[in-house]
């Protein structure tokens, strides 16, 4: 996690878990973003791919251009020559032509870029359920499946129930 990764978990979310030391409590590992040596810098340290949430526009622009300043740059580097999936969920608005610029060329290498945009076609209760449908499709994009089983892991769009004005299937 970057520094300002940390300072991004701490002003969005509630304590007890705003902190880097309680999302790392729920790592099997965790590495220093300045260890460039980490085994996860390395093709050969296996993974499904990697997501980046929130990916900066510095961080962006680093994997773009291939300057491996950190550690979370060198791993999304990694991930794209080893054609793995990297997901780069970019928060920023408005974009640049820069941005957009950079975007364009880390999807050309294949990376996704998924701006999490909230669902309201999904009519969520709460913005926990659009966070929750935001992360479910992110996770998607690796083909992982969720503890859960696939009936626990979020709504799923089954089309619109025109029957009730429009509103989702359940």
């Given at each position: ?32 973003p ?80 998924f ?13 926990q ?15 992982l499946?969720l ?24």
């Amino acid at each position: 996690m970057s520094k300002w990764g940390g300072a991004t978990l701490k002003y969005e979310l509630d304590a007890p878990n705003n902190t880097p030391q309680y999302l790392e409590s729920l790592a099997s590992v965790t590495y220093s973003p300045l260890d460039v040596s980490a085994s996860i810098s390395s093709g050969s340290f296996r993974t499904d791919g990697m997501i980046i949430v929130p990916c900066s526009m510095k961080t962006l622009a680093g994997i773009r251009m291939g300057y491996d300043s950190d550690l979370i740059v060198r791993a999304a580097s990694v991930t794209l020559k080893e054609r793995r999936r990297l997901v780069l969920v970019a928060r920023e608005t408005p974009l640049s032509s820069i941005h957009l610029e950079n975007m364009l060329e880390v999807t050309k290498a294949s990376a996704v870029v998924f701006p999490p945009v909230m669902a309201f076609y999904t009519r969520p209760n709460s913005i926990q359920d659009m966070v929750d449908q935001s992360v479910m499709r992110m996770i998607d994009l690796l083909d992982l499946k969720l503890v859960g089983g696939e009936d626990e892991d979020g709504v799923r769009w089954a089309g619109f129930d025109w029957a009730t004005k429009g509103k989702p299937k359940p």
